[in-house]
């Protein structure tokens, strides 16, 4: 049982004088004098003499899971004989002005490490305030400028952080070869992307090679401008992102003219996952209610196109890019890229006019997604987005964040493995400054 303790404690055996345990029914205390040691003294280096032991000081040293746990410490002083000056022992549970253990310290670092946990959660697991977490957050990280990864994603998240108000999107920069994150910008703005890239040297600017970003303008001209080497390739998800909008916008059009309930209707209303996602067709006919007789997917889907001949033209055409997309190689896409571009222009679908735009425009930046640099995968922004993922989840189980400072060293320290923390006496608060209250006195009237 003693061992048990001492290991709780983290105390050497040998070194207790004095050791009881207090279990109350809200806590259990350790109360504890440790051997005098007789160390030099700290301000001549003499020798010195015991002077005594300090009042108990309480510390929050929660090595219990199930109860709340305190260390009651009476610790030595030392009489110097030669300067005559007092000092106490140093304290093996936290610094001298701490009321929580170096073991509450290191725990709540470990658990903001995880952005399942909220500030509220590892308080509340800890038995301290949602401030002393955050004051320990802000003092224990430090979070220095991250070298330019050869491979560079650029996305963005939505949020009320962002810098200007006119923003609505943080910038998330992400290093796609070794999955983390790299930075988080305030906006993305041409403004903003170009103060980042401005304050590195051209020298790493030049290492990056490869950058995946969805088809934002901005990103691509600052890339450009700032990364003078690189491959600048758009994400595949958001081109056919972009195209699955525009078949959608032929199916609802045509769903909009029919009567309601009708078999058009009911066809292009309850079966559109049929043409509009993969899936598989020739399963078991199923008696349909509906017609009367037994059908499977494949029947349904011929029904649904033989509804229009720009619906029928609208989907060959989807069906056609997608093969494409998932089959096409760095050698071969330029070719096919044209004989679909060529497909589509001719189609004369005016809902797939915006998308035929992107396929002008964006044309070398779709075609570099071909590219397949490192373990053998197409160029993409899918890393970016499973960041995104995490950070939207964080924001959401946090019920909204404001701290954009904290925000941006939360998210890095625990997406990044190259950034540790280290816990020291300083303590400083990355708090925001408010606005000053104004108040009015009511005027009776």
Not at 237 to 242: G, N, P, Q, S, T
Not at 267 to 272: A, Y
Not at 410 to 436: A, Q
Request: proline share 3%; glycine share 2%; hydrophobic share 35%.
């Amino acid at each position: 049982m003693f061992n048990f303790i001492t290991n709780l404690l983290n105390i050497n055996e040998n070194e207790i004088e004095d050791l009881k345990v207090v279990s109350l029914p809200s806590e259990t205390q350790f109360h504890i004098t440790l051997f005098p040691t007789f160390p030099s003294c700290t301000y001549c280096g003499g020798t010195v003499q015991g002077h005594g032991h300090t009042k108990p000081k309480r510390i929050n040293h929660p090595v219990l899971t199930d109860r709340k746990t305190s260390v009651f410490f009476r610790n030595n002083r030392y009489l110097c004989n030669d300067c005559g000056r007092t000092f106490s022992a140093k304290n093996p549970f936290t610094f001298s002005t701490f009321k929580n253990s170096i073991f509450l310290l290191d725990r709540v670092m470990k658990q903001l490490k995880n952005l399942n946990y909220t500030y509220l959660m590892i308080a509340q697991s800890n038995h301290i305030s949602v401030t002393q977490v955050q004051l320990y957050f802000d003092s224990f990280i430090n979070i220095p400028r991250i070298s330019l990864p050869v491979s560079l994603g650029i996305d963005e998240i939505h949020s009320r952080m962002a810098k200007r108000k006119d923003a609505s999107y943080l910038a998330v920069l992400v290093d796609n070869l070794n999955r983390s994150l790299v930075d988080i910008l305030p906006s993305r703005s041409k403004a903003e992307l170009s103060r980042y890239f401005e304050r590195i040297p051209l020298d790493e600017r030049k290492q990056v090679r490869y950058v995946t970003i969805d088809m934002w303008l901005t990103y691509k001209e600052v890339c450009e401008k700032y990364l003078p080497n690189c491959i600048i390739a758009v994400d595949p998800f958001h081109v056919v992102k972009h195209l699955m909008e525009g078949f959608t916008r032929i199916r609802l059009n045509i769903l909009n003219q029919c009567e309601y309930d009708s078999t058009t209707y009911y066809l292009l209303k309850t079966w559109k996952d049929l043409i509009e996602k993969d899936v598989f067709l020739d399963n078991e006919p199923v008696y349909n209610k509906r017609f009367g007789r037994k059908l499977n997917k494949r029947d349904l889907q011929e029904m649904i196109l033989n509804i229009s001949e720009n619906l029928c033209l609208g989907f060959r055409l989807k069906e056609m890019y997608l093969h494409f997309n998932k089959e096409a190689t760095s050698d071969n896409c330029e070719q096919w890229f044209d004989t679909i571009y060529a497909a589509f222009l001719s189609s004369g679908i005016h809902e797939f006019d915006s998308f035929i735009t992107t396929m002008s425009n964006w044309k070398k930046e779709i075609l570099n997604s071909f590219q397949r640099p490192y373990d053998d995968r197409k160029l993409s922004n899918a890393l970016s987005e499973n960041i995104n993922g995490q950070l939207q989840t964080y924001i959401a189980i946090s019920k909204g964040i404001s701290n954009f400072v904290r925000f941006r060293k939360r998210v890095i320290f625990s997406l990044n493995p190259k950034v540790y923390y280290s816990i020291t006496e300083t303590l400083h608060s990355d708090k925001r400054e408010g606005r000053s209250k104004i108040y009015h006195k009511k005027q009776n009237s």
